[in-house]
């Protein structure tokens, strides 16, 4: 090889490395801490959710809603809308989730009824224990 | 005294060559039109914002505790506070309306044709760094509008398979809009965009000043409206300086975009101020109403209208593509837009479209 090659090839190799120490830190350092695996579970009373209405909620950081639905019981369900992560709303008259953004609707089971979200909302693990509703 | 400061100077830096070479010996073509001077309007615009920006910055607290407190004592506490924020947020929206017209004026002249190619690329991506300053900003007085608008724009990225959920994580620092957000918004607003902003303008001006300003193509010899294949400056011996006629033109359009600006904030002081951002920012409650800032109201009554999220994306990308690289797809010769009446229809048919859905988007 020849001396200059031999020197361009030196430049190119300790440029890249360079550029790449200070890449990697870069990206590193921009990306958000994973995600919180373990979220404690979330203790309400069963009565502050009567027939037919429902109570928003914060789950793990996320905002949530436990409706207790005519004849279908309790559910437990993520307010955050699958299009664009605007916040869901009870409906009471209508039995329905509604969210403000661009009109999803979704009925108590999570399920879309119409709109754009690609998705339908997360259900969360709920148990009924006594006179208590756990989530989580 | 001042002949010897001159002296000082045209030894050490040539101010009588600067200004004769990049002023009054400047010349423009003879045919150029006011929509010429847009593109100044807009660097002035700019300039108005980094200066209304700083002084803003002196006030602002970029906390979620206290952002909304701060911009508020702004507003109502520190003396003429109100000016500066009204001239910044009125501003913000001027310059982007200033780049919007300049961009169409270029188009509908073909003054993005071969060799200007990348000159319009540049000014493409400015207008996109003027949207990114104006989105970034938007967040930063942690209002409910600011709040649920920023949420709904970093969920986009969601759409995508595979990189979607980190990318949608990556702006926002975490899984929801928080503090994180607010401060990466901020870096971004302060001390990120601003270089971006002015190392592009740097290129778009070199191009400029490199290939020569581009004649409009009407009442032009014929050979004069076709795109050149060869280099060769355009200098416009024939033309006008540029100082006194086009400066003349320059500062005219600079005082009307002043007295636009200052029209709005005396006789519409709340145009920009729906009462969602007035109210603070409540991560538990969206608003009945949220929309972001007109010149984004087309592309999210597109996602509204698309039923799905990926293809509702996916067409807004390829918009974006086509109007960054539409001097490669348009190789026609012709120049002039009223020699082409496909192009003329295409022009008229996307900017009425542009308009409804921005209507519809609002209503």
Same mark, same amino acid.
């Given at each position: 090889m020849? $001396?200059?090659?031999? #020197?361009?090839?030196?430049?190119?190799?300790?440029?890249?490395?360079?550029?790449?120490?200070?890449?990697?830190? #870069?990206? $590193?350092?921009?990306?958000?801490?994973? $995600?919180?695996?373990?979220?404690?579970?979330?203790?309400?009373?069963?009565?502050?959710?009567?027939?037919g209405d429902a109570k928003e909620i914060v789950f793990g950081g996320i905002p949530a809603i436990v409706v207790n639905r005519p004849g279908k019981g309790l559910i437990a369900l993520s307010r955050v809308c699958t299009?664009?992560?605007?916040?869901? =709303?009870?409906? =009471?008259?209508?039995? $329905?989730?509604?969210?403000?953004?661009?009109?999803?609707?979704y009925d108590l089971e999570g399920n879309i009824v119409s709109g754009p979200p690609p998705k339908p909302l997360t259900k969360l693990p709920l148990k009924v224990e006594g006179e208590t509703i756990v989530i989580g | 005294m001042w002949e010897r400061l001159t002296n000082w100077l045209e030894v050490r830096i040539g101010v009588d060559d600067l200004v004769r070479s990049q002023?009054?010996?400047?010349?423009?073509? /003879? %045919?150029? %039109?006011?929509?010429?001077?847009?593109?100044?309007?807009? +660097?002035?615009?700019?300039?108005?914002?980094?200066v209304t920006g700083i002084l803003l910055l002196v006030y602002y607290v970029p906390h979620p505790d206290h952002a909304f407190r701060s911009v508020q004592d702004i507003m109502v506490k520190v003396p003429f506070g109100w000016l500066f924020r009204q001239m910044h947020v009125m501003g913000s929206n001027l310059m982007i309306a200033a780049i919007l017209l300049h961009m169409l004026t270029v188009f509908a002249m073909g003054n993005y044709k071969r060799p200007r190619e990348l000159t319009w690329?540049?000014?493409?991506?400015?207008?996109?760094v003027a949207i990114a300053f104006g989105f970034s900003g938007y967040l930063l007085p942690w209002t409910q509008l600011s709040y649920w608008a920023t949420t709904?724009?970093?969920?986009?990225?969601? +759409?995508?398979?595979?990189?979607?959920?980190?990318?949608?994580?990556?702006?926002?620092?975490?899984?929801?809009?928080t503090g994180a957000t607010l401060s990466r918004f901020f870096a971004?607003?302060?001390s990120i965009l601003p270089p971006l902003f002015l190392i592009l303008a740097g290129v778009h001006l070199f191009l400029i000043k490199r290939i020569g300003i581009s004649a409009t193509p009407f009442g032009?010899? +014929?050979?004069? /409206?076709?795109?050149?294949?060869?280099?060769?400056?355009?200098?416009?011996a024939d033309g006008y300086p540029y100082y006194p006629r086009f400066f003349q033109m320059d500062m005219l359009m600079v005082m009307v975009y002043l007295a636009v600006m200052f029209l709005l904030i005396t006789f519409l002081p709340n145009l920009f101020f729906p009462p969602d951002a007035t109210i603070p920012a409540n991560p538990l409650k969206t608003p009945a109403t949220i929309r972001p800032e007109w010149y984004l109201l087309a592309p999210y009554q597109l996602l509204k209208i698309i039923p799905n999220k990926f293809l509702g994306i996916l067409i807004q990308i390829v918009l974006f593509l086509l109007f960054l690289f539409w001097p490669f797809f348009d190789t026609e010769k012709e120049k002039n837009i009223m020699n082409r009446p496909m192009l003329r229809v295409l022009f008229i048919f996307g900017f009425i479209l542009w308009l409804i859905l921005m209507y519809w988007g609002r209503s």
């Amino acid at each position: 090889m020849k $001396r200059r090659s031999f #020197l361009k090839a030196a430049l190119a190799f300790l440029g890249a490395t360079t550029a790449a120490s200070f890449v990697y830190p #870069l990206f $590193r350092f921009l990306v958000p801490p994973p $995600r919180q695996k373990k979220v404690n579970s979330l203790v309400i009373a069963k009565r502050d959710v009567p027939l037919g209405d429902a109570k928003e909620i914060v789950f793990g950081g996320i905002p949530a809603i436990v409706v207790n639905r005519p004849g279908k019981g309790l559910i437990a369900l993520s307010r955050v809308c699958t299009h664009l992560g605007c916040l869901v =709303q009870y409906d =009471q008259e209508n039995k $329905r989730l509604l969210c403000p953004c661009h009109a999803g609707v979704y009925d108590l089971e999570g399920n879309i009824v119409s709109g754009p979200p690609p998705k339908p909302l997360t259900k969360l693990p709920l148990k009924v224990e006594g006179e208590t509703i756990v989530i989580g | 005294m001042w002949e010897r400061l001159t002296n000082w100077l045209e030894v050490r830096i040539g101010v009588d060559d600067l200004v004769r070479s990049q002023v009054t010996e400047y010349r423009v073509p /003879k %045919n150029i %039109n006011i929509f010429y001077t847009l593109g100044f309007v807009a +660097a002035v615009g700019y300039l108005i914002q980094v200066v209304t920006g700083i002084l803003l910055l002196v006030y602002y607290v970029p906390h979620p505790d206290h952002a909304f407190r701060s911009v508020q004592d702004i507003m109502v506490k520190v003396p003429f506070g109100w000016l500066f924020r009204q001239m910044h947020v009125m501003g913000s929206n001027l310059m982007i309306a200033a780049i919007l017209l300049h961009m169409l004026t270029v188009f509908a002249m073909g003054n993005y044709k071969r060799p200007r190619e990348l000159t319009w690329i540049g000014g493409a991506l400015l207008l996109f760094v003027a949207i990114a300053f104006g989105f970034s900003g938007y967040l930063l007085p942690w209002t409910q509008l600011s709040y649920w608008a920023t949420t709904v724009v970093t969920s986009i990225p969601t +759409a995508v398979p595979v990189v979607g959920d980190f990318v949608a994580r990556l702006l926002r620092g975490g899984d929801q809009v928080t503090g994180a957000t607010l401060s990466r918004f901020f870096a971004f607003h302060v001390s990120i965009l601003p270089p971006l902003f002015l190392i592009l303008a740097g290129v778009h001006l070199f191009l400029i000043k490199r290939i020569g300003i581009s004649a409009t193509p009407f009442g032009l010899p +014929a050979e004069e /409206k076709r795109p050149w294949t060869e280099y060769h400056k355009k200098s416009h011996a024939d033309g006008y300086p540029y100082y006194p006629r086009f400066f003349q033109m320059d500062m005219l359009m600079v005082m009307v975009y002043l007295a636009v600006m200052f029209l709005l904030i005396t006789f519409l002081p709340n145009l920009f101020f729906p009462p969602d951002a007035t109210i603070p920012a409540n991560p538990l409650k969206t608003p009945a109403t949220i929309r972001p800032e007109w010149y984004l109201l087309a592309p999210y009554q597109l996602l509204k209208i698309i039923p799905n999220k990926f293809l509702g994306i996916l067409i807004q990308i390829v918009l974006f593509l086509l109007f960054l690289f539409w001097p490669f797809f348009d190789t026609e010769k012709e120049k002039n837009i009223m020699n082409r009446p496909m192009l003329r229809v295409l022009f008229i048919f996307g900017f009425i479209l542009w308009l409804i859905l921005m209507y519809w988007g609002r209503s």
